[in-house]
């Protein structure tokens, strides 16, 4: 099964109280999951990796064989696919946990797209990214079957 993840990280100042959000849909464009995560203080450029690792994560669990990630951060996608080397060691670790996930899968491509279009899951980082803590550990499912 082939899906794809749009994916987003904000932080309210850089770095600020921060969120990770993923909008994960089929081939067909049906929905499959949105996911929130706050993140605490960090970066900007840490929360879109977090939300990279989230959607590495749920794909997993909806048996994904193939992923499309769809992400608005060109530093990110450049990253992930060897164009630019990760200097900062923060977003390297993340890097390497995203890369070990990425062996789940037979194969993931990285597409930069540009902002308005990765609208749902932008909302979805900046809500968790608002929340501050107040559901810090739980992270939103929504799955239509």
């Given at each position: 099964?082939?899906?794809?993840?749009?994916?987003?990280?904000?932080?309210?100042?850089?770095?600020?109280?921060?969120?990770?959000?993923?909008?994960?849909?089929?081939?067909?464009?049906?929905?499959?999951s949105r996911?929130?995560?706050?993140?605490?203080?960090t970066t900007?450029?840490?929360?879109?990796?977090?939300?990279?690792?989230?959607?590495?994560?749920?794909?997993?669990?909806?048996?994904?064989?193939?992923?499309?990630?769809?992400?608005?951060?060109?530093?990110?996608?450049?990253?992930?696919?060897?164009?630019?080397?990760?200097?900062?060691?923060?977003?390297?670790?993340?890097?390497?946990?995203?890369?070990?996930l990425m062996?789940?899968?037979?194969?993931?491509?990285?597409?930069?797209?540009?902002?308005?279009?990765?609208?749902?899951?932008?909302?979805?980082?900046?809500?968790?990214?608002?929340?501050?803590?107040?559901?810090?550990?739980?992270?939103?499912?929504?799955?239509?079957?």
């Amino acid at each position: 099964m082939r899906l794809i993840c749009y994916i987003d990280g904000a932080s309210r100042g850089n770095p600020g109280p921060a969120g990770a959000g993923a909008y994960i849909i089929d081939e067909t464009g049906n929905e499959l999951s949105r996911l929130t995560s706050f993140l605490g203080n960090t970066t900007n450029n840490v929360a879109e990796y977090k939300a990279l690792i989230l959607a590495l994560e749920q794909a997993h669990l909806l048996d994904a064989d193939n992923l499309e990630i769809r992400s608005d951060s060109q530093l990110l996608v450049r990253q992930m696919t060897g164009v630019y080397k990760i200097k900062n060691q923060t977003l390297a670790q993340i890097a390497a946990q995203a890369h070990s996930l990425m062996k789940n899968y037979k194969s993931v491509t990285f597409i930069h797209i540009r902002r308005e279009l990765n609208k749902t899951a932008d909302h979805l980082a900046s809500m968790a990214a608002r929340s501050a803590g107040r559901n810090e550990s739980k992270i939103k499912l929504n799955f239509l079957f």
